[in-house]
């Protein structure tokens, strides 16, 4: 196998091009399918479109009208790397063995990009689809945790992320936003010289809040990512063989960064803070805690703000990439998907980010449009997020790979009404794991050395906060059992 690598530099991105020539099956003059794959990063359920009733997504209210919205989709581990990698080797992490953000996917496994170029087509990359720290290796330019034998070629971004110049306030750490001038200055020095920036602690600002002008967004990472993705697009357009294009937005991931109009449209003093009512922790295990931060109403009112401003400005790159595919007229051939990796807690329990079973984490958007399947409707089906695999290899008409998991979404995009034979969702999370069944929400922390079992259940008909524990509830001594029962038998599903 042949290949030549090319390093392209500029003062604000590092874009690193692989090209390969791999061994294809030729197909023939079959007409297949072009796949464009857009992933958000950290994304709940803050869609316009979903119900959301304060963050506003345009773009992604539009795109939902060419294909299924699936409005109960569960990602398989609420962190970065394990739930990528769980979507792309279309196995659970318990298969996988991916279960941070140190690991990575084995180099031999045929992921779903790989399956698609050994069956004709180019596979390109741009930003973050694997994982990667952010803003670390957006900072510095670098692949993260990539999959090299996923891609024909691939781009990084290279971007300033909290150390763009705007208005910025560090909730957490008010003093570090003094640093961060002299913090721009070592990186643009390091860049201009052709040189490798060295992430600073300054940088990293989770709870942060950055408006850049609109004369700036050139500068943000998915703005960049979104400009890629149109150059590749314009580039695949006419060439003979099909692509599967991969595209990671890396909003609305802290920092929570976005322009002055994306975030100025958002009044903090309006949006709505999460109720936590007196006691709310008495109930709910220790390993079901994290991230702990009773901030006060207004700092919480403003990261909200910033964050769904990095949703609109996330959702604004969107509609800029899926435009010109329209433009090319590439849409009435090419499946489209847009997902996020996982959830995200803005205060709910107290409690901030991911890596926890609690519906704000666990439940993802997702979209697929798809040439000749229904439009304009929504699925209300548990799915999972390892579904993708099975999904797009069929729809793409490509043959089964024997060792992916899960099962294919196709029928509920002829029918969204379509019975499955998997009809919950399973979550893993550290050493715990959710199931989402019925109107039910189950959670089990195994014992440690340090804790017992630790069980919660939610009714999220009644409950859908999920502020009542109800495993001690004598009255639903029979649903706690069958709930554990049908987990432990997904879990020894999964595993094999």
């Not at 069956?119 to 670390?136: A, D, E, F, L």
């Not at 990512?225 to 692509?243: N, V, Y």
Request: hydrophobic share 40%; net charge negative.
């Amino acid at each position: 196998m042949e290949r030549s690598t090319a390093v392209i530099r500029s003062p604000f991105v590092l874009t690193l091009a692989i090209v390969l020539l791999p061994m294809v099956t030729v197909w023939g003059d079959v007409d297949r399918p072009n796949l464009l794959f857009i992933i958000s990063d950290d994304l709940n359920t803050a869609l316009s479109g979903m119900g959301h009733p304060e963050c506003n997504t345009p773009h992604l209210d539009e795109f939902a009208k060419s294909g299924v919205m699936f409005t109960r989709t569960f990602c398989q581990f609420p962190l970065c790397g394990p739930s990528r990698a769980s979507m792309m080797s279309g196995q659970y992490p318990l298969v996988n063995g991916v279960t941070g953000n140190g690991g990575n996917v084995d180099p031999e496994r045929v992921t779903l990009p790989r399956h698609f170029a050994n069956h004709g087509y180019w596979t390109g990359r741009v930003s973050k689809i694997y994982h990667m720290g952010i803003p670390v290796d957006i900072v510095e330019g670098n692949p993260g945790r990539d999959h090299a034998g996923s891609w024909d070629e691939t781009h990084n971004i290279a971007a300033l992320e909290a150390l763009t110049p705007g208005k910025a306030e560090d909730f957490a750490n008010p003093d570090t936003v003094a640093q961060f001038p002299e913090e721009r200055r070592k990186w643009l020095a390091a860049h201009a010289g052709g040189k490798r920036y060295r992430f600073s602690k300054v940088a990293r600002a989770q709870y942060a809040s950055i408006e850049v002008e609109e004369k700036n967004q050139h500068l943000l990472a998915d703005s960049m990512a979104a400009d890629k993705a149109i150059e590749l697009l314009q580039m695949r357009a006419g060439q003979a063989e099909p692509f599967f294009l991969a595209v990671g937005l890396v909003r609305p991931h802290f920092p929570f960064i976005a322009t002055e109009k994306t975030i100025g449209q958002y009044n903090a003093e309006k949006l709505v803070v999460p109720n936590v009512p007196p006691g709310d922790h008495e109930d709910i295990p220790s390993q079901a805690m994290g991230s702990v931060l009773e901030f006060d109403r207004s700092p919480i009112q403003k990261m909200r703000r910033a964050y769904y401003g990095a949703v609109s400005f996330m959702d604004r790159q969107v509609g800029r990439i899926i435009a010109e595919l329209d433009r090319l007229k590439l849409r009435d051939n090419t499946i489209v998907v847009f997902v996020s990796d996982h959830g995200y807690l803005l205060g709910e329990h107290h409690m901030w980010k991911k890596s926890k079973l609690w519906e704000e984490a666990i439940r993802v958007p997702l979209i697929i449009s798809a040439p000749s399947r229904k439009q304009g409707v929504r699925c209300q089906h548990f799915v999972e997020l390892v579904d993708l695999y099975p999904t797009l290899t069929e729809l793409a008409g490509l043959p089964a790979e024997p060792h992916a998991q899960g099962q294919s979404l196709v029928p509920l995009l002829d029918d969204p009404l379509e019975s499955l034979s998997k009809t919950d969702a399973m979550i893993q999370v550290g050493a715990g794991f959710g199931l989402r069944s019925g109107k039910w929400a189950w959670m089990w922390y195994p014992a440690s050395k340090n804790n017992q079992d630790g069980f919660m259940l939610y009714d999220m008909e009644k409950d859908p906060e999920q502020y009542t524990n109800l495993v001690d509830d004598p009255k639903h001594d029979s649903i706690r059992k069958q709930l554990h029962t049908r987990l432990l038998k997904r879990i020894e599903i999964a595993g094999n």
